[in-house]
């Protein structure tokens, strides 16, 4: 088991430029959560997916950020326009039904300029 | 989901039980006490979950007290890989707000050799 994946591991773009971070979740998990982490904020849950339909995107900043899972072993974030203050770590975590642990990615370090 | 107050730092020698303590008391008969860690840099990691019986696995022993309002983590021999930060969550799975994993503050937990 290779747990959940994201790509990039470290993203730097600068400010206005559209941004996709990647995430796969484990095989057979039907939640998939994204999570973004900053000093001042902790880890705020962003949104979250059942069976690939959005369920929850009261945590999402603003319109400029938007969520995709096409398919049950993928899912992504956008970001467009990206701003500095966007600049975070996003984690992606996944978890099968029931009252089990998530699992969650090694993150994405991003960094607008 | 039931809100949780954990201390804000704690200390514990190489070798000795760490004991890292939690209130939660207004938690929901239907919820679970999970505890997380996040080891510098690295994506959050489940540690235990546990209703209202002890539980114990290859990580830690969790003990929650018979009202339930309150629990503690242990590692019965820390060592200084177990240097992170400890978060305790109270959640019902299954509920409408079974996604809801809402990250405190947390506890940071250091090893001293």
């Known amino acids: 088991d290779a747990g959940v994946i994201q790509s990039p591991r470290h993203e730097v773009t600068e400010m206005g430029q559209e941004v996709t971070l990647r995430c796969k979740p484990i095989s057979g998990h039907d939640y998939l959560f994204w999570y973004r982490q900053t000093m001042m904020r902790g880890l705020e849950l962003l949104i979250y997916?059942?069976?690939?339909?959005?369920?929850?995107d009261s945590g999402m900043p603003e319109d400029r950020f938007s969520a995709k899972m096409p398919n049950a072993s993928f899912s992504t974030l956008k970001i467009q326009p990206s701003e500095p203050r966007d600049s975070a770590v996003y984690f992606c975590?996944?978890?099968?039904?029931?009252?089990?642990?998530?699992?969650f990615g090694s993150g994405t370090r991003l960094t607008v300029v | 989901d039931a809100k949780t107050t954990q201390p804000t730092s704690m200390d514990c020698a190489e070798g000795r039980a760490a004991n890292l303590p939690c209130n939660h008391s207004t938690i929901s008969g239907n919820e679970y006490v999970y505890w997380y860690r996040q080891i510098h840099s690295q994506g959050p990691q489940y540690i235990i979950h546990g209703l209202k019986n002890n539980e114990t696995n290859e990580m830690a022993s969790l003990i929650i007290t018979e009202d339930r309002k309150s629990s503690t983590l242990i590692l019965p021999h820390a060592t200084l890989r177990d240097t992170a930060v400890y978060y305790c969550?109270?959640?019902?799975?299954?509920?409408?707000?079974?996604?809801?994993?809402?990250f405190g503050q947390g506890t940071t937990l250091q090893v001293k050799p």
């Open positions: 969550i109270v959640r019902a799975p299954g509920s409408s707000n079974t996604g809801k994993l809402i």
């Open positions: 975590a996944s978890s099968p039904t029931g009252v089990g642990g998530y699992t």
């Open positions: 997916f059942n069976n690939n339909v959005p369920i929850d």
